[in-house]
Nanobody, 118 residues
């Protein structure tokens, strides 16, 4: 089982990036998935999550109205569209799959770096 996050990079404040998280080895179409991020010197924090069919989404207050999470189960891929990026969005972004019990995130990707310059 592997989660491959991609799409990170360097962007100016106000710009946009689209992150992708491709799953291989098995399908996660029945599982909730999420994005997290970790900035230097800080703990990892929740960014957004999406239900198995995309019908339910959650966002951290800090990204509401700027980020949009989505998924394509046919492609076994989840996305995070990030608009109006701010320097404080700079972090390594990780994708993850919720466990069957829903109590924790069971599988994690390797992370992709997002750097927003002011």
């Amino acid at each position: 089982v592997q989660l491959q996050a991609s799409g990170g990079g360097l962007v100016q404040a106000g710009g946009s990036l689209r992150l992708s998280c491709a799953a291989s080895g098995r399908t996660f179409s029945s599982r909730r998935m999420g994005w997290f991020r970790q900035a230097p010197g800080k703990e990892r924090e929740f960014v957004s999550s999406i239900s198995w069919n995309g019908g339910s989404t959650n966002y951290a207050d800090s990204v509401k109205g700027r980020f949009t999470i989505s998924r394509d189960n046919a492609k076994n891929t989840m996305y995070l569209q990030m608009n109006s990026l701010k320097p404080e969005d700079t972090a390594v972004y990780y994708c993850a799959v919720r466990s069957v019990s829903g109590m924790t995130y069971e599988y994690w990707g390797q992370g992709t770096q997002v750097t927003v310059s002011s």
